[in-house]
């Protein structure tokens, strides 16, 4: 995987979400990038996957693109394709990303099953005693049991040296899910005072929705039309 940094901030805390269970995290990354009005400074290519993007508004929107807010000095990378595969590659490029600007901490936002439709809980993970004191204060609740995949299992599993916290909020179907997604907002706004309120996520949530399955549909579109353009050569 290639890594393009057009800037290289120092120390900042990265935030990434990729495509899961609900799109819970990127919908909340997307939240962000709107709202914190955060500035694109590069992307994660990879040659192993399909040379696909998705045009939305006009613009294109990187499968992996990496953002920036020089405020509360925040890296969020913003993924709309999919890591199955490429999970232990997607680890490394954060973890590089991170080492590149000596990063502070990684978070991890991810949707989880809930049991209770009318209830949507909001739990966290991480090892540093101090960072799980802030998130309790916040409202958060610790994960004792559970397994985590994806990229996210693979942070943990080699972040080393580099500070991984896990923010899970509870979804209840496989459909987009801004009602989590705005846990988890809520979540990050009380930890890290970011200025962000999920309310208006909540009440543009269909919008919302609607706009993140136009931009998956069209990669998925480019990606299938790039897999039969290479039955092509071979037939």
């Known amino acids: 995987m290639e890594i393009i940094l057009k800037k290289k901030p120092k120390n900042p805390t990265i935030v990434q979400g990729f495509p899961g269970i609900g799109l819970v995290g990127t919908i909340a990354t997307e939240y962000l990038l709107e709202h914190l009005q955060a500035e694109q400074i590069g992307r994660i290519n990879s040659q192993e996957m399909p040379a696909a993007v998705a045009i939305h508004g006009g613009k294109v929107v990187d499968p992996f693109g990496i953002f920036y807010n020089k405020k509360h000095n925040l890296i969020i990378v913003h993924a709309i394709t999919p890591s199955h595969g490429f999970e232990w590659q997607l680890a490394d490029a954060i973890l590089d990303i991170a080492r590149q600007t000596n990063a502070a901490e990684i978070i991890s936002l991810e949707g989880i099953a809930g049991n209770n439709p009318n209830e949507t809980g ?30 996210t299992g693979g942070l943990l599993l080699k972040g080393g040296a580099i500070p991984v916290t896990c923010i899970f909020s509870e979804t209840h179907s496989n459909l987009p899910d801004s009602k989590a997604a705005a846990g988890i907002i809520k979540a990050l706004d009380a930890s890290m005072d970011l200025g962000v309120n999920e309310a208006p996520l909540l009440k543009q949530a269909q919008m919302f929705e609607m706009k993140l399955q136009d931009i998956l549909k069209r990669g998925a579109e480019a990606t299938e039309l790039s897999d039969k353009k290479k039955l092509s050569y071979v037939g």
């Not at 101090?130 to 995949?149: D, H, N, S, Y």
């Open 122 to 151: 909001t739990f966290f993970y991480t090892k540093d005693k101090k960072e799980a004191e802030r998130l309790k204060k916040a409202g958060l609740v610790p994960m004792t049991e559970g397994i985590i995949i994806g990229v």
